[in-house]
Each structure stands twice: as C-alpha cells, then as structure tokens.
C-alpha cells in the first residue's frame, strides 16, 4: 500500500486537486462556502491595498474635478441657494405630516418595528469575475455589518452583505443573476419579485397578469422576504409585456441606484433577522 | 518558487484588477489574469508545483469574486492539466504565441465557468453568461502580451547556470 502511494503520489495528488473543488463545487456550489481562516488573512492583506488604491485614484481625480468645478460655481450657488429654501419649506411641512402620523399612531397603538442601525461604508474594489456581481465595502464585522444584512444609498436599493470579516464585508448587487427582492408597485401595492439579471434593467416576475401595474410606476422593497426592509427605491417599470394568456405579467425595472459607479452606501440591518455573526441569509439569494 | 512568484502575482494583479474596475464602471470587461498566470505555468512548471500552483491561483480568483463556490479553484486546475497537453501538439514560443495560447485557454475557461454558473443559477440560457466573452478573450490576450516578459523576466531569475556546483 505505502509502496503504491509512493509510486503514485504524483497523480494521485493532482488528481485530489481537480477533485476536491469539483465535488466541493457540485455538493454546495449554489449555496457557496464559509469564510475560513485564510479567507480572512487574505482579505485582510488585500482590502487595504484596495482602500489605499482607490483613495489615492479618487483624490487625484477629486482634486482635478475640484478645479474645474470652481468655474460657474455663483450662478450654481444661486440657484442651489433658491433650491434650499424651497427643500426647507418641503422639510417643515414633511416634519408636521411626520408628527401627526406618529400621534394618529400611537392613538391606534400601531406597533412599528425598530429600524436597525445604518452603517455608512466606502465601496472600495470590484469582484474581478464578471458572472458575479458584487463589491467590497469598508465596512465589516467591527462595524457592525454581518451576513445579511441590506446595502441601501439614499436613492434605493444596492444589494445584501454576502460576506463580512474584520473591517470589509463582499455586497451582492441587486443586479447579480442570483439577487431575489420581493418587491411592490408602490402606486397599486401590487406585489412581485424583481429578479437580476447579470446588469442593466432588473426583471419583475411574479406579478399576476390581473395586478395593477403601468410603465413608470415606482418600484419598492416589500419587506417580505426578510432581508430587505419595506419601503425601499427599487427602480421603475419599463418595456411592460401584458400578455393575453398566462398567470404573470413581465416587465422590466430600471433600478434607481446606477451600481456600476457606486461611491458610499448604507449598511441597515433587517428589522426581522437577527444580526449575528455567522447568521444566514436565504431570502434574497437562491 | 514559481508557487509563490504565481500566488503573490495573482493577488496583486487580482486586487489591481478590481479597484480599475470600480474606477471605470462594472461594464469594464474583466481580464482574466488568473487564466494568463494558470497558462504560464502549463508551459513551464512542473506537473505537482504547477497543479498546485494553479490550485492556489484558483482559489484566490475564487475569494475575490465575493461569492466563493470552489469552481473557479476546480476550473484552475482543469486549465493547467489540459495546458499542458498543448506544447505536445502545438510549439508556444515567444511574446504572440503565448497570448494566442493563453487566448485559447480563457476561452475553454469561460465556456465551462458559464456552464457551470448557469447550471446553479438556471436562468436563460448560458449564451446570455457568453455575451461579454470576446472582449474578454481579447483583453485576456493583450494581458498575456503585457504580462510576459515579467514572467520570463521571473522565470529567468531562478534559472541556474549549467555546469556550476550546487
């Protein structure tokens, strides 16, 4: 036997090689694998250098941006200045409807889940395989961010942490083939599924042909699938195929947030699962 | 040596590659610098330091894509095995011949990652998952032209001369 492996190990360890990851692959591959201790290692050596790359490509590209932005920046000021007082005047009166809302709420005894907390982090690298679309962010474990959690800008939906070790965590983008969202017409509440589809528009599946729902109406989050909280900017309905026969109804919905130039996101913790080191996240990801 | 000159290539390049296409926006093509590395290697490492070697190459690519599933690992491997069979066919010398070689093996290497990942994902078909791939192949190509005189530059460092004790 000790003579066989001897005179064999060459093959025989290739072929472990090859192996090793096929099997790995066709037994888990859908659902991916841990973070082991080298994953670790290793992003911890990479991700700075990433951080450090692109501060230093973004500050130089800032520092010349800065000097052309200086031309005609008093008519820009003006008009900004007149914007303001318009978002003021906006703001009061929201801040009012805000006030009132939470009166005739707390009279009704309406229970409202606790928002989690929202972390700001820097995109700071791109995976470099172009069937997975995903980003690393500055922002990890020693943050706060966990598995699972949203990935949000304040103009919509970005995608859900995949991965989180010390300081960074990996975001699958919505527009991932893989990324699942349950969404809502906000104009109808109809309800459906905006499904990636390797870039560009995002598909909506699962809507019944007998739902209401028109080109341009707003899409957002449902908050059903227990990742992504309700309420959320996904994109809007374009190109709507109303089909004759059939249960579902297509379209596609051109997503709010442009991920393909992505600079800072927020990091919300879902208000129905639980934050936790090593928790999991079904419901968005196949 | 050429383990460790192939791993520590692989992830500056692989870092290098990711922070160039946040810059330029996802629609940048991606080369593939791990299948370039993996095509050096099946020309002039040995069968266990080059197996190894593209294992290790793998398994990065595989870290970095955000999402590890062990398939670009098995894909690695998969290319240096059948990379080696080519210099018994086919005579790769010089700057072209290699890019041309390494060419080949991205197209083999994206074909399968494009099967394999639509056989998870199982949405349209695989020809989607193929859209990006000749631009791709091109800039994997000029990536293996760019990249070949730092490997041979590499390899020629470890290279002893003949006849001297050791």
């Not at chain 1, 082991?36 to 290793?42: E, H, K, L, W």
Request: aromatic share 8%; hydrophobic share 50%.
């Amino acid at each position: 036997m000790w003579s066989l492996l001897k005179r064999y190990y060459r093959p025989l360890f290739v072929g472990f090689l090859l192996l090793f990851p096929l099997v790995s692959f066709l037994l888990g591959g859908s659902k991916g694998r841990g973070t082991y201790f080298v994953d670790r290692a290793i992003i911890a050596v990479t991700s700075p250098v990433q951080q450090g790359l692109t501060s230093a490509i973004e500050g130089t590209v800032a520092a010349a941006q800065n000097y052309l932005d200086l031309r005609g920046v008093r008519q820009e000021n003006d008009a900004l200045r007149l914007e303001n007082l318009q978002l003021r005047a906006a703001v009061h009166a929201l801040g009012e409807s805000r006030m009132e809302n939470a009166r005739l709420r707390k009279l009704l005894n309406y229970a409202e889940a606790e928002p989690g907390p929202e972390i700001p982090a820097r995109v700071v690298g791109v995976n470099p395989v172009a069937k997975l679309l995903s980003v690393r962010i500055s922002s990890g474990e020693q943050q706060g961010v966990f598995r699972g959690m949203s990935v949000v800008t304040p103009d919509g939906i970005v995608g859900q942490v995949i991965r989180a070790t010390g300081g960074y965590a990996d975001v699958a983008l919505v527009t991932d083939p893989q990324s699942r969202v349950a969404v809502r017409v906000q104009r109808s509440r109809a309800r459906g599924t905006a499904a990636g589809t390797g870039g560009g528009p995002l598909r909506l599946e699962n809507m019944l042909r007998t739902e209401d729902v028109e080109d341009g109406d707003l899409i957002i989050t449902a908050g059903t699938d227990g990742i992504y909280p309700p309420g959320v900017v996904v994109g809007r309905v374009t190109n709507l195929e109303k089909k004759e026969h059939g249960m579902f109804q297509g379209a596609d919905i051109v997503p709010a947030v442009d991920t393909s130039k992505l600079e800072e996101v927020l990091v919300v913790g879902s208000p129905y699962s639980a934050m936790a080191p090593g928790s999991t996240a079904e419901g968005a990801s196949k | 040596m050429k383990f460790l000159v192939s791993v520590a290539l692989a992830l500056a390049l692989l870092t290098l590659e990711s922070v160039v296409v946040k810059q330029a926006g996802l629609e940048l093509g991606r080369i593939d610098v791990t299948v370039v590395l993996v095509a050096f290697l099946a020309l002039r490492a040995t069968l266990l330091e080059g197996a190894f070697s593209a294992f290790c190459v793998g398994y990065l690519l595989d870290l970095m894509s955000g999402q590890p599933t062990w398939l670009f690992t098995f894909l690695a491997v998969f290319v240096f095995l059948v990379g080696r069979l080519v210099p018994t066919f086919v005579e790769v010398r010089g700057a072209l011949a290699f890019a041309l070689f390494a060419m080949a093996a991205d197209v083999g290497h994206s074909l399968l990652a494009s099967f394999f990942t639509w056989l998870t994902v199982k949405e349209d078909g695989p020809g989607s998952l193929l859209a990006e791939m000749p631009l791709q192949v091109a800039l994997t190509g000029l990536a293996a032209l760019a990249l070949f005189p730092l490997l041979r530059r590499f390899e020629a460092s470890q290279e002893r001369p003949a006849g001297l004790l050791r």
